[in-house]
């Protein structure tokens, strides 16, 4: 049985404070580094694709400020940013997609060139430059659009569509325990919003669907708040909230609590709990969740609770991958974490340099010398010099005309 890994290797140009990454991802990837490093870019160019499908290129782009505020400012002055992205499918599938964005005067954006190619002899594949159908596998295809992403106008075809739903699938997660809190419109809960607003909706239908999943999160938040016993759905008029049952001392049952009433690190813990299993584990809709990335899992929480935490990050991704930021020297002091789940990030003059470990942190952790934590508490975690200097091969986007 081959692992979780939905994207095995990521590429990027001119994203943000990233001049140039090129990584291998695994089932489980923590990107470790100090605030404003990067990090968060990393994961936001990914979200930007399942953005960028899920509504528009356009919507995804002024979502952030636009393409003036997506793509690297630099002495250099790029015009462009660009990504690669190495995937495969539940299926056993594999190929990669990827595509180069300008931008035009007055602001506004085209598509420079876009390419998916899947793996197998003669394979499914599509071209697209400048707006143009350049070539593809198909035999009748459907027409291009400079200002659009082409794998959305391939969706609707049988030979595209599972690669269309993974990426579109991947959820990103900054979880907000106010929102979590607030009472909540009910929604389909399908997959768990990005700040947590529905997380009552994602567990009604966990409830009704899958409650073994349901009963497995309630079960490591018990581990990670002591004295939870259970999370139930409850309606307020045309508003919903949770409720949950808590032990305390001197009572022979637990009391229940609104939402309302518990603390940020509970619901932050809960949301995240929610976000990883949501769909790997099967809500009986949709392709399933094939990445899930969260920022900072570990904050509010006491750092007791942190192994459990790991203990599900690692759990989780024996069926999605997960994709995990953090400066945590907590989350990371477990002797299991070896130096291929961790990427460095650093920041040198407003340039981010993302990649494997170093020698020195690497044997260190292989050796079982220090934890990843004690290492990130000695200021030895640093990416390998070769992040920094990538060529123009590694950064190569297009297997046909990459400028």
Not at 151 to 170: C, I, K, Q, T
Not at 336 to 349: S, Y
Request: contains cysteine; hydrophobic residues 40%; glycine residues 10%.
């Amino acid at each position: 049985m081959r692992d979780a890994t939905f994207l095995r290797r990521v590429v990027l140009q001119n994203y943000k404070s990233i001049a140039g990454c090129d990584v291998q991802l695994g089932p489980l990837t923590f990107l470790v580094g100090p605030n404003g490093a990067g990090k968060s870019n990393f994961l936001d160019a990914l979200r930007f694709v399942a953005d960028a499908l899920r509504t528009s290129l356009d919507h995804a782009l002024r979502d952030r400020g636009g393409i003036n505020d997506v793509r690297r400012q630099g002495s250099d002055h790029p015009t462009h940013f660009g990504m690669r992205l190495h995937f495969i499918l539940r299926n056993g599938e594999s190929g990669h997609y990827a595509f180069r964005i300008g931008s035009l005067r007055g602001g506004g954006h085209e598509v420079q060139q876009e390419e998916c190619s899947f793996d197998e002899p003669g394979g499914r594949h599509f071209r697209v430059e400048n707006g143009e159908l350049a070539s593809s596998s198909m035999r009748t295809a459907p027409a291009a659009a400079s200002d659009r992403l082409y794998l959305v106008n391939v969706s609707g075809l049988p030979e595209f569509r599972p690669l269309y739903d993974a990426f579109s699938s991947m959820g990103f997660y900054s979880l907000n325990p106010d929102r979590i809190r607030d009472l909540q419109t009910p929604d389909s809960g399908r997959l768990l919003a990005r700040d947590g607003g529905n997380l009552a909706s994602v567990l009604a239908q966990l409830q009704a669907l899958n409650p073994a999943t349901k009963q497995r999160i309630e079960e490591y938040l018990g581990k990670i708040v002591p004295g939870i016993r259970r999370i139930e759905h409850r309606m307020f008029g045309p508003k919903e909230t949770l409720e949950f049952g808590q032990d305390v001392a001197g009572s022979a049952f637990p009391w229940q609590f609104l939402a309302a009433n518990m603390s940020d690190g509970t619901l932050r813990a809960l949301g995240i709990l929610v976000a990883l299993y949501q769909s790997g584990y099967g809500n009986g809709a949709g392709p399933g969740m094939p990445l899930v990335g969260i920022e900072e899992p570990e904050l509010a929480l006491h750092p007791a609770a942190v192994g459990v935490l790991i203990d599900s990050l690692r759990d989780a991704s024996r069926v999605t991958q997960v994709l995990v930021t953090s400066h945590s020297p907590d989350l990371l002091d477990n002797p299991q974490l070896d130096g291929d789940a961790i990427l460095a990030v650093v920041a040198d003059a407003g340039t981010t340099t993302i990649g494997s470990l170093d020698e020195t942190g690497s044997s260190a952790l292989h050796d079982r010398l220090y934890t990843a934590g004690e290492l990130l508490r000695l200021n030895q975690l640093a990416p390998d010099p070769a992040a920094k200097k990538l060529s123009s091969r590694q950064l190569r986007l297009f297997d046909k005309g990459d400028a």
